[in-house]
């Protein structure tokens, strides 16, 4: 069974700090990676996807991809408290399927 | 604003009522999803839809009947509901183009109680 495996928190960090989010996946077929972000009874919303082992950076955000170790992680800089949320990790199976993580709680306190 | 436009937002219901939850994607996609998203799970995808045919059904219970007229609208009907089928359910949309990256986009959910 395809999963994606995510540690469900919650992950505390000070504001102004560094975030790290990690995921894990099992399908080694899988070839893109997306990571949402979910506010509590909100959507999931898009912030990055990656594809290419290494590094993907968009403004505060980092993705980072270890396709032989599987796992993907993110890293959010300078931590506002308007990032906490849910953050969930996907990953694409054939048929442009994607199988989610169950999410990790990030809390940045001020 | 996604362009992904669910109704209800909410729904409470009964286990004998008969109801539909209602999903409208204004991007030009081409597939569309339902997903399930209970407490402390992760999201369940229950069926798919690629150019208007279903291509996916993961052993989802019959009282949960999809339904997708054209590439922009998607219907979920419920029937005869269990109180364990209370949750939100997400559509999503995107454009499946080959090995093109398939980015979804959810809409904001309908909360559904089922009493």
Known sequence: QKEVEQNSGPLSVPEGAIASLNCTYSDRGSQSFFWYRQYSGKSPELIMFIYSNGDKEDGRFTAQLNKASQYVSLLIRDSQPSDSATYLCAADNAGNMLTFGGGTRLMVKP | ?115
């Not at chain 2, 999903?23 to 402390?40: D, F, P, R, V």
């Not at chain 2, 229950?46 to 052993?59: A, G, I, P, Q, T």
Request: glycine share 6%.
């Open chain 2, 1 to 115: 604003e996604t362009g992904v436009t669910q109704t209800p937002r909410h729904l409470v219901m009964g286990m004998t009522n008969k109801k539909s939850l209602k999903c409208e994607q204004h991007l030009g996609h081409n597939a569309m999803y339902w997903y399930k998203q209970s407490a402390k799970k992760p999201l369940e995808l229950m069926f798919v839809y690629s150019l208007e045919e279903r291509v996916e059904n993961n052993s989802v219970p019959s009282r949960f009947s999809p339904e997708c007229p054209n590439s922009s609208h998607l219907f979920l009907h419920l029937h005869t509901l269990q109180p364990e089928d209370s949750a939100l359910y997400l559509c999503a949309s995107s454009q499946v183009r080959g090995t093109a990256i398939n980015i979804q986009y959810f809409g904001a959910g309908t909360r559904l109680s089922v009493l």
